[in-house]
């Protein structure tokens, strides 16, 4: 069974500046997906960034981009340029690729980003 | 948005009394799951739906069954509500053509008394 770990429960960053949330998997799996979600205080799941995992190149979507470290089973996501509508819980999520795991994500703890103005 | 609408939102039940969430899509998708988010665990697999009277288990189905009579509706029953269910309940569905990504409904908070 695949499994998730995101090892910082709490990070806080100043506005405008750039922040790193870790986050780690294990699998066996040489094909599958990656992702964060946002959660603000309202629960509401938000997609932020999704990886492949057969592609080389590094996810992006505005200031939000990730480092893929296949090898390392790692996946991190960089928010730059921090605003305060970025506080929120983030998720780390794996999902395997078809087959009787299709649709199931696995997800790690979240870690909460506090952002100061 | 994909779409997706749960009720209720929020529900107060006492021990042992049946509860139903249902989950309503309005774009004919396929498959469609329910998940828990409890603290520390973030969120669980319950059940899903591979289409119409097709349904497995997941990580965490004890206590709980489903029903999906047609396309866009998926029922979550709490048979005999227990405090250990008192949780935020997510709906969520994917598409092939969305890159197998899920989205999520806006929640149902349940609370066992």
């Known amino acids: 069974a695949q499994t998730v770990t995101q090892s910082q429960p709490e990070m806080s960053v100043q506005e405008a500046e750039t922040v790193t949330l870790s986050c780690t998997y294990d699998t066996s799996e040489s094909d599958y997906y990656l992702f964060w979600y946002k959660q603000p205080p309202s629960r509401q799941m938000i997609l932020v960034i999704r990886?492949?995992?057969?592609?080389?190149q590094n996810a992006t979507e505005n200031r939000f981009s990730v480092n893929f470290q296949k090898a390392a089973k790692s996946f991190s996501l960089k928010i730059s340029d921090s605003q305060l509508g970025d506080a929120a819980m983030y998720f780390c999520?794996?999902?395997?690729?078809?087959?009787?795991?299709?649709?199931?994500?696995?997800f790690g703890q979240g870690t909460i980003l506090t952002v100061h103005p | 948005d994909a779409g997706i609408t749960q009720s209720p939102r929020h529900k107060v039940t006492e021990t042992g009394t049946p509860v139903t969430l249902r989950c309503h899509q309005t774009e004919n998708h396929r498959y469609m799951y329910w998940y828990r988010q409890d603290p520390g665990h973030g969120l669980r697999l319950i059940h899903y739906?591979?289409?119409?009277?097709?349904?497995d288990k997941g990580e965490v189905s004890d206590g709980y069954s489903v029903s999906r009579s047609k396309t866009e509706d998926f029922l979550l029953t709490l048979e005999s509500a227990t405090s250990s269910q008192t949780s935020v309940y997510f709906c969520?569905?994917?598409?092939?053509?969305?890159?197998?990504?899920?989205?999520f409904g806006e929640g149902s908070w349940l609370t066992v008394v």
């Open positions: 999520a794996y999902r395997s690729k078809g087959g009787t795991s299709y649709g199931k994500l696995t």
């Open positions: 990886q492949e995992a057969y592609k080389q």
């Open positions: 969520a569905i994917s598409e092939p053509w969305s890159g197998n990504t899920i989205y």
């Open positions: 739906s591979y289409g119409v009277k097709d349904t």
